[in-house]
Nanobody, 124 residues
Framework: QVQLVESGGGLVQAGGSLRLSCAFS????????MGWFRQAPGREREFVAA????????DYTDSVTGRFTISRDNAKNTVYLQMNSLKPEDTALYYC?????????????????WGQGTQVTVSS
């Protein structure tokens, strides 16, 4: 059974940075593309960033392009989300997800496993 454990969330002022981590266990990490999603109160869960199995291909939602960077370390079974220049509208519960395949995807429908989420709050 795959387990995903996110960490690194917290409260930060606008313009600040946070680095989220997601530790994967239970299967072969390099068999899967990974993604980050977020959900603000009253809103649907939305795609943030994704990375393919090797780390050679990434994708981002427009609102975070140039500010967020997704990366992975297959030796450590961990995926990261470096978030810079944070804005109040980035406030949400951030979820790590394992996709069904090895290639990048951008929809929640293609997520096979979910973590429990880590809260990111950006104050103005």
């Amino acid at each position: 059974q795959v387990q995903l454990v996110e960490s690194g969330g917290g409260l930060v002022q606008a313009g600040g940075s946070l680095r989220l981590s997601c530790a994967f266990s239970g299967r072969t990490f390099s068999s899967y593309a990974m993604g980050w999603f977020r959900q603000a109160p009253g809103r649907e869960r939305e795609f943030v960033a994704a990375i393919n199995w090797s780390g050679g291909s990434t994708d981002y939602t427009d609102s975070v392009t140039g500010r967020f960077t997704i990366s992975r370390d297959n030796a450590k079974n961990t995926v990261y989300l470096q978030m810079n220049s944070l804005k109040p509208e980035d406030t949400a519960l951030y979820y790590c997800g394992t996709f069904y395949g090895k290639q990048v995807a951008t929809t929640t429908r293609l997520v096979k496993y979910w973590g429990q989420g880590t809260q990111v709050t950006v104050s103005s």
